[in-house]
């Protein structure tokens, strides 16, 4: 397994709660007190958990502390008030697709080692991971620009890919393609190789195999990496910025609200962005604990 | 300051800035100590190269306070400072329309001081580049641009976001007056920029401010806004547009309000010459007031004047009585 793979692993391990089982592990299900809380150590570490915690929530936290109701309701029933909303729902479901079906097999290449100079590959993904999303927005105006190649091949059938959806689309699956493609490829990393070839041993074809043996065992790696994906799309600001001022999606209507009548009517709409961003994310995890709990029986 | 800012206190005033944190009094008493502290400017974002390649390091050297800056767009800046999201010692805007909201809880007063204008900026090795040549070298009228250039099939203009920009504003406001000048069809402005509805953002025209002059630069727009101070610090190839039109002479403010955007949430913008204002905010720090001296200064306004600005005599407005005594002296009171 490689670096970011054993990383990503350990990472999403602890997500999943596969290697450290928590309230709702097996102390809970007796009906004791948790085992981390029967010392003082054990206090001083959910106390610590929970300063951590919190100050990492300082600013949903201070998102609901400075909103005001009233703002809430004139900015979100003003007309055409959730038309961004919709565009970011859309573009991001389009987004989560093409990082399913190209980064999938990307992942999985990546994950069992069938691609010569690994560390090579792994660092291309880093990349896009280590640019700054402004600077990923400014170099897809050199990749994708009406003048480009590829934006005249756009442009032969009416396309284009600066300030239209497809460029939304396009920004964010750059903003988010790594977080997807490093997830999978340490979900498909934490499938036993075993397994697989036991089933290839009783007559599976490797197409077969993938998809009655592998994927179902990744699927909840698969899903938490998707979920954190579709949150990084959700709120893809940098690169949308440069090269998708239009259609607005709802970073953008937030930024250009703060711009035309100030922070109070531009706050509702990061809550409406939590709101629609959050459930997904939350039961991709749910579902993950609840199938990693059913693999360990 | 220098009295105020001993021991432990040395530290927190040499990080400065909360207007309301130095008085005018200590300000003054600074003036025999050692300038420390730090001059947190909030400026319009046609002023970010002047400011912080050029200004900035000037003066810290000439002053001895340090400089931080902030851009964006005059408008965001001042709903900014209105909701107590930044406290900037001095706010530099493109019109002082964007100031006197801000009065008088955070000013009373602004110094004009210095004038910018609208140009067309183009791409040099773009397919129309040829025909943006021929006018920008006067090988064939500026009515042109307007008349056939602007409005071929397949061109792509770029522009900025009228609802928050002054420059996006602007460039409509230049086009409706051109429209009159040249004596073009009333449909020439709705054609140029796509859309009779001066005030939307849904064009694939507009970009964020940030992104349009990267966007010409990189070669995949043929032409764009821009006010020629960013044509002169940027090096873009533009088209200088007669006073008439470019939102840059005294002399044709009257004939300028006639060009009106209306934006999204319904106010209505006149044009008016572009001037740059400057002000302090809140209770006048000393790194503030040095600031603002500098910039006014002839060692200041030369700056300008070298980035492409029309220096005017500086020129204030407001309650002349609250303007702190060092700037006055700048503006010869």
């Known amino acids: 397994m490689s670096w970011a793979a054993r990383a990503a692993t350990a990472a999403s391990g602890t997500v999943l709660g596969e290697e450290a089982p928590g309230p709702s592990g097996p102390a809970r299900r007796n009906g004791t007190t948790p085992r981390t809380v029967r010392s003082v150590s054990g206090l001083v570490s959910v106390i610590g958990a929970a300063v951590i915690w919190i100050a990492l929530l300082g600013p949903v936290i201070a998102l609901f502390t400075h909103l005001s109701w009233h703002a809430v309701r004139t900015s979100l029933t003003a007309p055409g008030a959730l038309d961004p909303l919709v565009v970011s729902v859309e573009s991001g479901a389009v987004t989560l697709a093409v990082l399913f079906v190209l980064g999938t097999p990307l992942a999985w290449l990546m994950a069992r080692g069938r691609l010569p100079f690994p560390r090579v590959w792994e660092a291309g993904v880093l990349c896009s991971l280590l640019l700054p999303p402004l600077v990923i927005g400014l170099l897809l105006i050199f990749m994708v620009g009406p003048y480009t190649p590829i934006g005249e091949l756009l442009g032969r059938v009416h396309l284009s890919a600066t300030n239209t959806f497809l460029a939304l ?20 990393s934490g499938v036993d190789p075993r397994l697989e070839q036991q089933a290839q041993l009783l007559g599976d074809r490797p197409a077969r195999v993938f998809r009655r043996v592998t994927l179902p065992l990744a699927t909840p790696g698969l899903a938490m990496g998707l979920s ?26 937030i930024y250009t609200t703060l711009q035309e009548t100030g922070l109070a009517s531009a706050l509702p709409f ?8 959050l459930p997904l994310p939350l039961a991709a995890y749910i579902w993950s604990a609840r199938a990693g709990r059913r693999r360990r029986g | 300051m220098g009295i105020a800012c ?41 002023l970010q190269y002047l400011n912080e390649k050029v200004v900035s390091p000037a003066f810290t050297s000439a002053e001895g306070y340090k400089f931080s800056g902030r851009g964006g767009a005059s408008g965001e800046l001042e709903q900014n400072i209105a909701s107590g999201e930044i406290s900037p010692n001095v706010f ?31 791409n040099p090795t773009g397919p129309h580049a040829s025909a943006f040549k021929a006018i920008a070298d006067g090988s064939q009228p500026v009515c042109s641009l307007f008349s056939s250039v602007l409005q071929t099939p397949g061109l792509k203009l770029g522009r900025t976001d009228p609802n928050i920009d002054p420059q996006g504003r602007d460039f409509i406001m230049m086009l409706q007056l051109a429209q009159s000048y040249c004596h073009l069809p009333s449909d020439t402005v709705a054609k140029i920029i796509g859309t009779s509805d001066f005030g939307t953002a849904s064009s694939s025209q507009i970009y964020a401010e940030s992104a349009l002059e990267a966007t010409l630069q990189s070669g995949q727009l043929d032409a ?45 913008y006149k044009g008016s010459p572009q001037v740059i204002d400057i002000t302090t905010i809140g209770t006048p720090t000393a790194a503030g007031i040095a600031f603002v001296r500098y910039t006014l200064s002839s060692a200041g306004l030369a700056q300008y004047k070298a980035g492409g600005f029309t220096v005017l005599t500086p020129t204030a407005f407001g309650d002349s009585s609250a303007i702190p005594a060092a700037i006055k002296s700048e503006l010869g009171g």
């Open chain 2, 92 to 122: 530099q805007a493109v019109g002082g329309d964007n100031i006197t909201p801000l009065e008088p809880k955070f000013t009373k007063w602004y110094v004009q001081y210095a004038g910018t204008s609208i140009v067309v900026a183009y």
């Open chain 1, 228 to 253: 954190v994906a579709w949150a990084r799309a959700m709120g893809a600001f940098g690169a949308v910025v440069i090269i998708a001022y239009h259609p607005f999606g709802i970073p953008l209507q």
């Open chain 2, 6 to 46: 001993v021991g432990l206190a040395a530290a927190a005033c040499s990080s400065s800035s909360s207007p309301s944190g130095n008085s005018s009094a200590s300000a003054s008493a600074s003036a025999s100590a050692k300038p420390t502290g730090t001059a947190n400017v909030a400026y319009a974002s046609s």
């Open chain 2, 224 to 268: 764009a806004s821009a006010f020629i101070s960013q044509a002169v610090q940027l090096h873009l190839s533009s088209i200088k547009l007669p006073d008439a039109i470019n939102l840059g002479s005294f002399a044709d403010a009257a004939a300028y309000k006639k060009a009106t955007v209306t934006v999204k949430s319904g106010k209505t």
């Open chain 1, 270 to 277: 990061a809550l409406v962005l939590l709101v629609v961003a």
């Open chain 1, 169 to 188: 689309c396009i920004a964010e699956v750059y903003e988010s393609a790594p977080y997807y493609v490093l997830s999978a490829q340490a979900a498909f």
